[in-house]
């Protein structure tokens, strides 16, 4: 008993010693971490430069991992760990450093995605070309990251020799399972394919207006596998990529955002058409809705029920503001039509018949009938 001790209590000894060491190690790697980050962060604030910023923002996380993890590298020939744990520690420093290098390489995706999105601003007037942008390059940097996901959770399980081996069987019998693989991936793979063709074509693009199963929204969100549409009461539709492609939808904004609208009006067959030509521009133009270029008064059809049916149509800037628009017009010209020509309103018109000498009934002529309102 006393010769098992001696042996296990130098074994003990030494395990601590080294992992002592490389916590030693890691916590002043994480010293240096955190003032390197304190003064690139005041750098930053100082100069105003949005390139520092976007630097220390992106690489302030996998520098935490990076940092400690080289320090142990280092400290682990120093360290002198014993030979029964030699093994899982290169195990787990191996896992370590493919974590490592996938993280930085996220990273890197996304500084370089931030950078090439401060040359264009979304809350600009006309900002087709930074919405254009925004979709290229949150797709393609979302699709970059699931594969380097992929790639880094494959190399992982390739470092266990029990996985290697299974890998090398289910090469043997590639077919069968290459079949099923193909299968399970398939909707994964369709809509990874869907989001490289959605980021180079472009038919939907950040914040543009759509109408998707008869509802009006905005692309809120593209992702590599599934959009968000915000719809008009705040209610989000998610779609996945791949409806964009195979399913006909509307875009409002496709090429720009200016739209020409519609305000139609069902009046008596009393209503001067000529009377709401001048009324509509002058309507227009104490409005910031209308952008000036669309107006247009015409009688586009008759006989509707005892009415004619009058169609305006107006331009504005955007969706919202012809909507606004749309709404003030048709407020402000119904108006206008009840105070200076009520004559025009909708109205019924009654006949009656009266005998005629011989017995019979005689219609009255057409000045003759009677107007109910």
């Known amino acids: 008993m006393n010769s098992f001790a001696s042996v296990l209590t130098p074994i003990q ?11 030693l190690f890691a916590i002043i790697a994480l010293a240096l971490q955190r003032v390197a980050f304190i003064i690139l962060t005041k750098l930053a604030l100082r100069h105003q430069d949005g390139i520092l910023a976007a630097v220390v ?6 520098s935490r991992f990076i940092f400690p993890l080289v320090a142990i590298l280092a400290g682990v020939p120093a360290a002198s760990l014993p030979a029964w744990s030699k093994e899982p520690t290169e195990q787990v420093l191996g896992l370590c450093i493919i974590a490592a290098i996938a993280w930085l390489v996220v990273a890197l995706v996304d500084l370089a995605s931030d950078l090439a999105k401060r040359q264009y601003k979304l809350d ?28 880094a959770v ?35 793979l369709e809509n990874l394919v869907a989001g490289i063709q959605i980021a180079f074509t472009q038919p939907i693009r950040i914040d543009d207006v759509v109408i998707v199963e008869s509802e009006y929204g905005r692309i809120e969100k593209i992702t590599a596998t599934y959009v968000v549409v915000r719809l008009w009461d705040w209610r989000r539709m998610v779609l996945p990529l791949t409806y964009f492609i195979d399913h006909p939808f509307q875009n409002w904004t496709f090429s ?12 008596d067959y009393a209503i001067s058409v000529d009377a709401l030509r001048e009324e ?11 952008d000036g270029n669309v107006v247009n008064v ?6 509707k029920e005892g009415t004619v049916e ?19 017009v048709r407020e402000k010209i119904l108006a206008f039509v009840r105070d200076r020509h009520p004559e025009a309103l909708p109205s019924t018109r009654v006949e009656f018949a009266r005998p005629s000498p011989d017995g019979g009934t005689e219609t009255p002529a057409l000045p003759e009938a009677a107007g109910v309102r």
């Open 280 to 290: 509509v521009p002058r309507i227009l133009k104490t409005s910031k809705l209308w």
């Open 13 to 23: 000894r030494d395990g601590a010693i080294a992992v002592g060491l490389l916590v």
């Open 310 to 328: 009058i169609r305006i149509l107006v331009s504005s800037r955007n969706s919202s503001d012809l909507f606004d628009l749309r709404c003030l």
């Open 124 to 151: 600009e007037e006309d900002n087709l070309h930074a919405r254009q942008l925004e979709t290229r390059l949150d797709i393609l940097s979302r699709t970059a990251i699931t594969l380097v996901a992929l790639v």
């Open 256 to 267: 720009k955002a200016e739209m020409i609208g519609s305000v139609f009006l069902y009046l």
């Open 298 to 303: 015409a009688l586009t059809d008759a006989n």
């Open 154 to 188: 494959s190399a992982g399980l390739m470092t266990f020799p029990a996985i290697r081996a299974v890998g090398a069987t289910l090469l043997a019998s590639a077919g069968l399972a290459g079949l099923a693989v193909g299968l399970a991936a398939r909707p994964i």
């Open 57 to 62: 923002r992106r690489m302030r996380g996998p």
